[in-house]
């Protein structure tokens, strides 16, 4: 009888510890407090350097999107938006996501389906204005994202 007590509280100890380390890190992520008060996400140096060519692809599609309104053309901005959709994220990136934390995971795939609600809009709708304000929404998801985090790489031991 105290064998079996004695594992059922071995696994309750193991499923517990199981989501602890699970919430660990595929919520909270691999972070540290930063000096500046953002929260510090620790990366190696290729998960970084991935991380910041994935913002500046963002970064483009935002000012083709500008140029391409600018100019009335709708079909550009459907197509400069789509590369940066979700059908065209990096598929490495998910190999390390779970590092991340959960908050910053959202806003970068909320931000990769607003420009595919984007691209489907200005097909759809074909107006100019509502580009213009779906910009400015997907730009509040960088600024979001780049006040509450700075990436830091971590120490090679």
């Given at each position: 009888?105290?064998?079996?007590?004695?594992?059922?509280?071995?696994?309750?100890?193991?499923?517990l510890?199981?989501?602890?380390?699970?919430?660990?890190?595929?919520?909270?992520?691999?972070?540290?407090?930063?000096?500046?008060?953002?929260?510090?996400?620790?990366?190696?140096?290729?998960?970084?350097?991935?991380?910041?060519?994935?913002?500046?692809?963002?970064?483009?599609?935002?000012?083709?999107?500008?140029?391409?309104?600018?100019?009335?053309?709708?079909?550009?901005?459907?197509?400069?938006?789509?590369?940066v959709?979700?059908?065209?994220?990096?598929?490495?990136?998910?190999?390390?996501?779970?590092?991340?934390?959960?908050?910053?995971?959202?806003?970068?795939?909320d931000?990769?389906?607003?420009?595919?609600?984007?691209?489907?809009?200005?097909?759809?709708?074909?107006?100019?204005?509502?580009?213009?304000?779906?910009?400015?929404?997907?730009?509040?998801?960088?600024?979001?994202?780049?006040?509450?985090?700075?990436?830091?790489?971590?120490?090679?031991?």
């Open positions: 009888m105290n064998s079996c007590r004695f594992c059922w509280a071995f696994v309750v100890a193991v499923g510890l199981s989501i602890v380390l699970a919430a660990r890190f595929m919520v909270i992520g691999t972070v540290e407090a930063s000096p500046d008060g953002r929260t510090e996400i620790v990366v190696t140096l290729a998960e970084r350097d991935l991380i910041l060519d994935e913002m500046r692809s963002l970064l483009e599609a935002v000012q083709a999107v500008i140029v391409a309104n600018n100019a009335g053309d709708l079909n550009t901005v459907a197509v400069a938006s789509r590369l959709g979700r059908e065209n994220m990096d598929p490495r990136s998910a190999e390390f996501a779970t590092r991340l934390p959960m908050d910053f995971r959202k806003l970068g795939m931000t990769h389906m607003r420009f595919d609600k984007v691209a489907l809009d200005a097909e759809q709708i074909e107006s100019t204005e509502h580009v213009y304000q779906q910009l400015g929404e997907i730009t509040a998801n960088c600024v979001a994202c780049h006040r509450a985090y700075r990436l830091a790489v971590e120490d090679a031991e």
